[in-house]
């Protein structure tokens, strides 16, 4: 584990990026406008378009509480179908719901996310599904119905991560939307492998044996250069996950000419601005 430090000063609070990715926000007071990158403001007023975002993982992966966390609430998201709102609690009727839905926090309502609603590796169907919605949603002709993100979840709190990336290559064959692979759960894993160690009478190299670990089992099974970052304790209505959205920045900074020909400039975080 990396102990250099970037600090992003942020309104009041500092937001402080470990070389690892994981972000942690000291003042966890301030309101969370959800946007820790502010591209070039000196453009013009361009309309806003709302940041679409589909999030897969298997049951249980902690998708939702990612999506409660960037847009700072505890609520549960409205579900439209259609234009047509939906009564459903998604974190309680998985099976009702699609991927097809969008999301949206009534706090933050500048991202639609679409869930995969326990995407588990090992069924082709399923994969079909996300694939085919991937596929559909790419090719939209507006930029506001288009796909512009996917977060790949892989949870750290049990012993299958190659099961749960098995996917990860197949999810987006086209390659036109940026998929960023989301490590959840990483305090888990780091509680995991202390309890290990400590089982074996060692306890005092806990974060390199966890990066060691990491590496062996997680990253490898990744190609190079794919953007990835680590979460940690997001089932916490404190905390941020800052990283994410820059690691989406980032990608979207390269996946421009694709995702978003007509773009003049983009203000990640809460929404795209288009000319
Ligand atoms: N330790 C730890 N627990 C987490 C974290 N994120 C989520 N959890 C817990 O994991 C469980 C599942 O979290 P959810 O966010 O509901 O996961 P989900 O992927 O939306 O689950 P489904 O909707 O059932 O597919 C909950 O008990 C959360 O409190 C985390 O970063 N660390
Ligand atoms: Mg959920």
């Known amino acids: 584990m990396g102990n250099k430090h970037s600090k992003l000063h942020h309104k009041s609070s500092k937001i402080n990026v470990r070389s690892d990715g994981i972000t942690s926000i000291s003042d966890s007071s301030r309101p969370n406008t959800g946007s820790p990158i502010n591209a070039n403001k000196s453009h013009r007023q361009l309309p806003k378009i709302k940041f679409r975002v589909l ?26 179908r259609g234009n047509e709102e939906v009564q459903l609690d998604p974190s309680m009727d998985r099976g ?19 869930d995969s609603c326990g995407f588990e590796a090992g069924s082709n169907d399923e994969l079909a ?42 999810i987006c064959p086209d390659r036109n939307v940026p998929v960023i692979a989301v490590f959840t759960k990483y305090d888990q894993f780091l509680r995991n492998v202390k309890m290990h160690l400590e089982d074996y009478g060692h306890t005092d190299n806990v974060s390199d044996e966890a990066e060691r670990q990491f590496k062996e089992h997680y990253l490898r099974h990744l190609d190079d250069g794919v953007r990835f970052v680590r979460l940690e304790k ?12 820059e690691k989406t920045a980032e990608a979207l900074n390269e996946d421009v000419g694709t995702l978003m020909p007509s773009a003049a400039q983009r203000d990640l975080g809460p929404s795209i601005n288009v000319a």
């Open 234 to 245: 997001m089932h916490r209505p404190e905390t941020r996950c800052n990283a994410l959205l």
């Open 55 to 80: 999030i897969v993982g298997r049951a249980d992966a902690g998708k939702t509480s990612i999506l409660q966390r960037v847009c700072d609430t505890t609520d549960s998201p409205v579900v439209f």
């Open 96 to 114: 009702e719901n699609s991927i097809e839905d969008e999301l949206v926090f009534s706090n933050h309502d500048n991202y639609i996310f679409h």
């Open 129 to 170: 599904i996300v694939q085919e919605f991937i596929r559909q949603r790419s090719g939209q002709r507006q930029l506001q119905d288009r796909l512009h993100a996917i977060w790949f979840c892989i949870p750290m709190d049990n012993q299958r991560p190659e099961l749960d990336l098995r996917y990860f290559k197949d």
